[in-house]
């Protein structure tokens, strides 16, 4: 049994294990499980249970001040996932206790031997500098990929040399699918038939449906593969296929994916022919529906955006990314945009976006509020995106679908429940349902996890409070 994944993890890339252990000042030794662990903080409890008090992904260090079961023990480490365990040797063991190497390495769990000379803040601190160090090179990393990658886009054949400066810098290959899932361009060194077929598949899987996903990944022979819808009303798709999952590709892949956007966007002058005879007509008397339709059929989308980086043509940038030409800013850090609702929207860097629901032209002035409100909520909850929803009436089976993902874990319906009924305080809800307080924040990230929501929006709360009143 591996560890999960963190539920959360601090601004930082984690350090594997193996760069702990090479440090010879602190004089670790690795005594059970890989080395390869991904570890995102140092924690130390001398709990007989530390499960309520761990998060996911840490160093947990103890000296084994209460470790009287070492089999339960280690279960309940890995069950809160730990990424692993390090053990202090003296004051109250000479030795690492045989039935806790045992226990972790029947879990897999990896256990370090803490040697008496060695303070567990050393090797907190000394966590801390490598993850600061991993985080700089990540950034420069970054940095000097964004420049090649702007580098590339002014050459003579600008999309070749974006694709050919992806794979170079993500160390694989990079590919622009057509609509039909061809390959329009390609480069980087080959990869095995079954990944190209892989990455095709995952092409296949995003694109400008509406409410459909604008990204998509998975493995295949070894290899990290990845699909990004390209923005514009071409629908064209970036697969990208690598060895390794390093911090920073998918940062490195987004700018890619605006640099593709506007370099496959169809030629401005005919967008500003067609808008032209749009307002024309507009101003001589037709309904804004029938002007619509002559710049595309519909159904639409209104998005409204706040931030940007402060450049003059920020606003321009973020069109070309949404692939529109129709935009307007009524602030210097706002823009309204409107797009067919085909077209994926996804966050983009600096920005943060409220989208409408897709409305027909009739219905744009409706559209407009609501994308007015969904920024809005963006800028209260701090998400970088969020979409009009229409909670309308609770149906049982509306109820039950939104509360799927919770079935079969009645101990998360009854904190949710209780939880919401007292106002979301986790002292009442840790005092009615007699367990500790943290153990109701554990359930309840838990429960956002799974749901997938933003459980500090009180419209999520007050939408799940009504699915269970009626599920």
């Known amino acids: 049994m591996s560890a999960q994944e963190p539920a959360s993890t601090p601004p930082a890339p984690p350090v594997p294990l193996a760069a702990l252990l090479a440090r010879r000042d602190l004089g670790l030794r690795l005594l059970a499980g890989p080395e390869d662990a991904a570890l995102h903080w140092v924690h130390t409890s001398e709990m007989a249970d530390p499960y309520p008090y761990l998060l996911g992904g840490e160093l947990l260090m103890t000296a084994g001040v209460q470790l009287s079961d070492p089999a339960r023990y280690v279960e309940r480490v890995v069950e809160a996932g730990a990424a692993a365990l390090g053990f202090g040797v003296t004051p109250v063991y000479d030795t690492v206790p045989a039935e806790l190497v045992e226990a972790c390495t029947r879990h897999g769990l990896p256990l370090i031997e803490v040697p008496p000379q060695t303070p567990f803040t050393a090797v907190a601190r000394a966590l801390w500098r490598l993850m600061a160090q991993a985080r700089l090179q990540e950034l420069r990393r970054v940095t000097e990929a964004q420049q090649s990658l702007a580098t590339a886009a002014a050459r003579p054949a600008p999309v070749p040399a974006v694709l050919g400066a992806l794979a170079s810098r993500l160390g694989g290959r990079a590919v622009l699918f057509a609509p039909d899932g061809t390959q329009s361009a390609a480069a980087g060194r080959p990869i095995p038939d079954a990944a190209s077929r892989a990455l095709a598949d995952l092409a296949g899987v995003v694109g400008p449906r509406p409410g459909g996903p604008a990204t998509a990944s998975g493995n295949s022979g070894g290899l990290r593969l990845a699909a990004y819808a390209l923005g514009g009303a ?85 069109a070309a990314a949404l692939g529109t030409p129709l935009f307007e ?62 909670a309308g009436p609770f149906s049982a089976d509306a109820a039950r679908a939104r509360l799927a993902p919770l079935a079969g874990s009645p101990a998360l319906v009854e904190t949710l429940r209780t939880w919401l009924s007292l106002h979301g305080n986790w002292d009442r809800t840790a005092a009615a349902m007699e367990i500790h307080r943290n153990t109701v924040r554990q359930r309840i990230a838990r429960v956002g996890t799974l749901l997938d929501e933003d459980l500090d929006d009180p419209d999520v709360r007050m939408e799940l409070w009504f699915a269970l009143r009626h599920g």
Not at 234 to 260: F, K, R, Y
Not at 264 to 282: E, F, H, I, M, N
Not at 286 to 292: E, G, K, L, Q, W
Not at 370 to 389: F, I, S
């Open 234 to 318: 071409d629908a064209l798709t970036l697969g990208v296929a690598s060895e390794h999952h390093e911090p920073g590709n998918h940062t490195i892949a987004g700018v890619a994916v605006v640099l593709l956007s506007l370099l496959t966007a169809p030629r401005q002058a005919a967008d500003s022919a067609v808008r032209d005879a749009a307002l024309v007509r507009l101003l001589l008397g037709d309904s804004p529906a029938d002007t619509a339709r002559i710049l595309d059929p519909g159904p639409w989308t209104v998005v409204h955006a706040r931030g940007g980086d402060g450049t003059p043509f920020a606003a321009a940038a973020l």
């Open 329 to 390: 800013t009524p602030e210097a850090t706002a823009v309204r945009l409107l797009l067919p609702a085909s077209t994926a929207v996804v966050a983009q860097p600096d920005w943060t976006l409220g989208i409408s629901a897709p409305v027909e032209a009739r219905d744009l002035a409706a559209a407009d509020t609501q994308a007015a409100r969904a920024v809005r909520r963006a800028l209260t909850t701090r998400k970088p995106l969020v979409r009009h929803r229409d």
